[in-house]
């Protein structure tokens, strides 16, 4: 079953899983993805009306779904594990005590640095995702705040980001672990700058 399969029939399973569990046609929920979808007229847009990029009948050297075919299953099963964590946690209430002392007991701000120091050892879209479901009540400056912290801290370590666990299944041995760990430095003083440019650039938000 695993060696005749390919992530990239993994991955369109993974949609059809997803269009079933919000009770909307899969075919929907891609459209809605592409844009192609209009949710107010319930129809689908004219093509001829939408802006193409490129002619469609030209062909390009770079395909998409080849290369994310040469991903293994060792990143795949690891974005598969982090989704359904988050939905285990949130389901058993473990997420609300999360709100409870990050958006609560603490300083907002305090905790969107957190998260962003977490994401640096958890996939940042999961985190990011688990921050929504949260739905804390905070200002329009602490939502820039952690969706800021949780990209650039997401950074900090190989594997705290997707692209960079993508990157490490398909570039072995070029980019390693190890060897995004000589740059955490600097990145770690990127990631102080971007939160006192946030401040200073958008303090009218919070």
């Known amino acids: 079953m695993w060696s005749t399969s390919s992530p990239r029939d993994f991955l369109s399973g993974l949609c059809a899983c997803y269009g079933r569990g ?12 592409t844009g192609a979808y209009n949710g107010k007229r319930g129809a689908l847009q004219d093509t001829d009306e939408m802006e193409m990029p490129y002619n469609l009948d030209e062909s390009h050297a770079f395909d998409v779904f080849h290369n994310v075919s040469r991903l293994e299953w060792d990143t ?19 997420l609300d005590y999360a709100s409870q002392f ?28 688990a921050v929504l479901t949260m739905a804390p009540d905070i200002s329009q400056g602490q939502w820039l705040l952690v969706t800021l912290t949780a990209g650039v801290g997401g950074s900090l370590l190989a594997i705290g ?18 060897a995004h760990l000589k740059w955490m430095p600097v990145i770690a003083l990127g990631y102080a700058g971007s939160i006192f440019a946030h401040f200073l650039i958008n303090a009218r938000y919070f």
């Not at 609560?104 to 050892?121: H, M, Q, R």
Request: glycine share 14%; charged share 10%.
């Open 22 to 33: 919000n009770h909307r046609p899969q075919k929907i929920q891609y459209l809605r993805k």
């Open 76 to 94: 795949m099963l690891f974005f598969y594990g982090v989704m359904v964590s988050v939905g285990g946690l949130s389901f058993i209430g473990y």
């Open 102 to 129: 990050l958006y609560t007991d603490l300083d907002p701000t305090i905790a969107n640095v957190l998260v962003g120091v977490v994401s640096a050892f958890i996939d940042n879209g999961t985190i990011m995702y």
């Open 161 to 178: 980001s997707a692209a960079g666990v993508g990157l490490l299944g398909q570039a072995k041995g070029v980019y390693t672990f190890g």
